[in-house]
């Protein structure tokens, strides 16, 4: 059974640091990427950061040089994902996912259910 339970969302002031959690267990992550998702209200859901299978990462503009992605096997089925979250901004105001996507061509989606993080001025 694939589980993603993310958590460490909350509030926090603009300019302050926020860490993500994600557990994800279920799935043989040597054949999945990871990535971090999120949608604020009124908006579509974008992609924040991914990591690949090989470790290679990337992010959206709008939060490179502030996040970072990175995960820690503790089993060839489970896994903990991280996003750190420095200099946060009102704009990164919104509930964010964890996401596992597997396959040649990231075909297999999982989702979490989300957490809630607020910035505030």
């Known amino acids: 059974q694939v589980q993603l339970v993310e958590s460490g969302g909350g509030s926090v002031q603009a300019g302050g640091s926020l860490k993500l959690s994600c557990a994800a267990s279920?799935?043989?992550?040597?054949?999945?990427?990871l990535g971090w998702y999120r949608q604020a209200p009124g908006k579509e859901r974008e992609l924040v950061s991914f990591?690949?299978?090989?470790?290679?990462?990337?992010?959206?503009d709008s939060v490179k040089g502030r996040f970072t992605i990175y995960q820690v096997y503790q089993t060839p089925i489970k896994n903990t994902l991280y996003l750190q979250m420095n200099s946060r901004i009102i704009e990164d105001t919104a509930v964010y996912y964890c996401?596992?996507?597997?396959?040649?061509?990231?075909?297999?989606?999982?989702w979490g259910q989300g957490t809630q993080v607020t910035v505030s001025s």
């Open positions: 996401a596992a996507e597997c396959g040649t061509g990231r075909e297999y989606k999982y």
């Open positions: 279920g799935l043989i992550f040597s054949s999945c990427g």
């Open positions: 990591i690949s299978s090989e470790g290679t990462t990337s992010y959206s």
